[in-house]
């Protein structure tokens, strides 16, 4: 995604930028429920009063019996620490779900390991007589890991991706935001506008006289990963949490890239591949940042496959 315009999209016009009067009609009012649908699905109980943990991230969790602090920077770090704050009476089972891809899992109780079944994909059981003030710790080892995209049903490319965790990794292409007053269907409030966003060449500047050549050497995002990449080359980076994690993420990769100057067109309208796989890159390695995906507006996720004569 090297742009987000009025006529990026393969799909439809107006599809892409961004707006804040949606022509599709279902987006604006489902976008409001992801929150509260988060929260609400973060706890649940069944039949017998059993109390299930799905998904984590920093809140608390209140209810007539039972409540909780939950602790974390999950998905950005691999610990969660969750206090309780009021239990139900008796012996209950705590459950809590261990991501699918994650391999490793381990809980504690109180500073002590549990010897609860960690499973990906499934439910961790505690039975316990709980108490208010019990710390549970949960620890969800993260590793790097580089595959393979099957893409055969629209250009048998096969690029490569890097996921770290729960989150795929991605190449920012830098950001520029140009207002427009956009096709509204009723008029927007004052100072609301519509955007259009460009890759940004504020670095490295290039015009319609520049040969094509010099527009590839500029372009700041057209780079391929080396063929069957070790993933111990990668680096990963965690940061203090500096504002919203969304936009300024405390966790990135520093990922060994090579330039390939044709592997994406430097003056297409809409987002396509034109490189044939694997394709001619330099052999000298550039170390970039990559950011999860999710904390960009323009990106590359998927990297062609590199190579190169020696």
Sequence with gaps: ??????????????SEPYSPCHHVACCPCQSVRVLPEFLRGSCLTDEKGRYYFLNYGPMSIDTHEFGALVDTLYPFRDTIRITLKACPVGETSLFFRIPSWCEGAKIRVNGQNSDAVCRPGQFAQIPRLWQA?????????????????NDRDMSGKFPQVVSYGPFIFCLPVPEKWQPFAGPSLTPLPEGWTW????A???????NIYDSISR??????????MEEGLDPSRITVEELPANGYVWENPPLRLKVPLHKAKYCFSPNAPRTFEVYEA????EPTEQTLELWPYGCTALRITYFPRAKWTK
């Design 1 to 14: 995604q090297a742009s987000a315009t009025i006529i990026s999209s393969i799909y439809a016009v107006d």
């Design 200 to 206: 940004d060449y504020t670095d490295a500047p290039i």
């Design 133 to 149: 003030g019990d710390e549970i710790t949960l620890h969800f080892p993260m590793r790097v890991k580089i595959e393979r995209v």
């Design 195 to 198: 955007y259009e966003v460009r």
């Design 215 to 224: 527009r590839y050497d500029a372009f700041p995002h057209n780079f391929a």
């Design 278 to 281: 694997p394709i001619e890159a």
